[in-house]
């Protein structure tokens, strides 16, 4: 693994789960519990698109895959850790809006990698 991977996949991976995770304590004393993750995800979407299109480098689509899936991992540990264990949260944690934010998470460096792929030919 070279530098600029580690950065996009570990740098970026757990930088871009941080911000969802500040923006659930910013959401949650505004908008319903069970809706936080509806609220966040169109941010947070919008914000990955951002990251992936602007600064992740890779230059090809095994290693926006290989990318794809360290993200995932990383905001499913850190989900559980950080959410599920320590904050305790009491109504269950994964719902359709998790399993969503997850797939996501692995489809979009995916299809931003494919894109980008497909421009440079």
């Known amino acids: 693994m070279d530098k600029q991977f580690l950065k996009d996949a570990f740098g970026w991976g757990f930088g871009l789960w941080l911000i969802g995770y500040i923006l ?9 519990h069970f809706m936080l ?15 992936l ?9 095994g290693y926006y895959v290989k990318m794809a899936i360290l993200w995932t991992l990383i905001a499913i540990i850190c989900d559980y850790f950080f ?7 009491d109504d269950g944690y994964y719902k359709l809006d998790v399993y969503l934010y997850y797939a ?3 489809a979009l460096p995916v ?8 421009f440079k030919k």
């Open 24 to 32: 659930g304590f910013i959401f949650f004393a505004i908008a319903p």
């Open 83 to 89: 959410l599920v264990k320590m904050l305790k949260v």
């Open 111 to 118: 299809v931003v990698g494919w894109q980008k792929k497909q």
């Open 53 to 61: 299109v602007k600064k992740v480098k890779g230059d090809s689509l």
């Open 104 to 106: 996501l998470t692995f």
């Open 37 to 51: 993750g509806w609220v966040i995800m169109p941010i947070g979407t919008v914000i990955t698109l951002w990251v």
